[in-house]
């Protein structure tokens, strides 16, 4: 940028004091349980010890890229606290499917799920969202023995709110 004239250079040399290398998280795998337990500890709003990854978890992560480096690793600890509740251990289930579906390499392989039908166009990301937002607050439902005012909490929203996503989703508990 000072080069193309877009940044003075005596500024640059006033911020470049020490200069600091970070490497991203795929290059240093090495460090993800580390980095793992630290944000599991970090995050953890109940009582006692925090849960632990199970071992299908903990081997999809090593098997993503992390293009979004530590704060997606920490964005995904924090979910997987939400979505695991009081259990003791998280199992692969609840990681998000982007990180499950990863390749060997890093890549993705593609979502059947949110794979364009044969022929026809993919769905709208209102569609996707709105999908995703009923499998979360399903499986909430589920693991909260439809306590949705726990569920509520969890999440970050009102116990009205999700009465009323609820009954959008038809997630009315069916005795």
Same mark, same amino acid.
Not at 26 to 35: A, E, I, W
Not at 50 to 60: G, I, T, V, W
């Given at each position: 940028?000072?080069?193309?004239?877009?940044?003075?250079?005596?500024?640059?040399? $006033?911020?470049?004091?020490?200069?600091?290398?970070?490497?991203?998280? $795929?290059?240093?795998?090495?460090?993800?349980?580390?980095?793992?337990?630290?944000?599991?500890?970090?995050?953890?709003?109940?009582?006692?010890?925090?849960?632990?990854?199970?071992?299908?978890?903990?081997?999809?992560?090593?098997?993503?890229?992390?293009?979004?480096?530590?704060?997606?690793?920490?964005?995904?600890?924090? $979910?997987?606290?939400?979505?695991?509740?009081?259990?003791?251990?998280?199992?692969?289930?609840?990681?998000?499917?982007?990180?499950?579906?990863?390749?060997?390499?890093?890549?993705?392989?593609?979502?059947?799920?949110?794979?364009?039908?044969?022929?026809?166009?993919?769905?709208?990301?209102?569609?996707?969202?709105?999908?995703?937002?009923?499998?979360?607050?399903?499986?909430?439902?589920? $693991?909260?023995?439809?306590?949705?005012?726990?569920?509520?909490?969890?999440?970050?929203?009102?116990?009205?709110?999700?009465?009323?996503?609820?009954?959008?989703?038809?997630?009315?508990?069916?005795?």
């Amino acid at each position: 940028m000072v080069e193309r004239g877009e940044f003075r250079e005596d500024l640059y040399y $006033r911020i470049n004091v020490i200069k600091v290398v970070v490497p991203p998280l $795929r290059d240093r795998m090495d460090d993800l349980s580390l980095l793992v337990e630290h944000f599991l500890r970090k995050h953890h709003r109940g009582k006692g010890q925090p849960p632990r990854l199970a071992s299908d978890s903990f081997a999809a992560f090593q098997r993503y890229a992390w293009p979004g480096n530590i704060r997606e690793l920490e964005n995904e600890i924090e $979910r997987l606290l939400v979505l695991g509740g009081d259990l003791p251990e998280l199992p692969g289930e609840l990681v998000s499917s982007r990180i499950r579906e990863a390749d060997g390499a890093g890549g993705l392989r593609p979502s059947p799920r949110l794979s364009p039908p044969a022929g026809g166009p993919a769905g709208s990301l209102r569609e996707a969202v709105e999908a995703l937002e009923r499998d979360l607050i399903h499986q909430g439902l589920i $693991r909260t023995h439809w306590n949705k005012s726990q569920l509520a909490k969890e999440l970050g929203i009102s116990r009205s709110n999700l009465i009323q996503k609820c009954s959008y989703y038809g997630l009315d508990r069916k005795e």
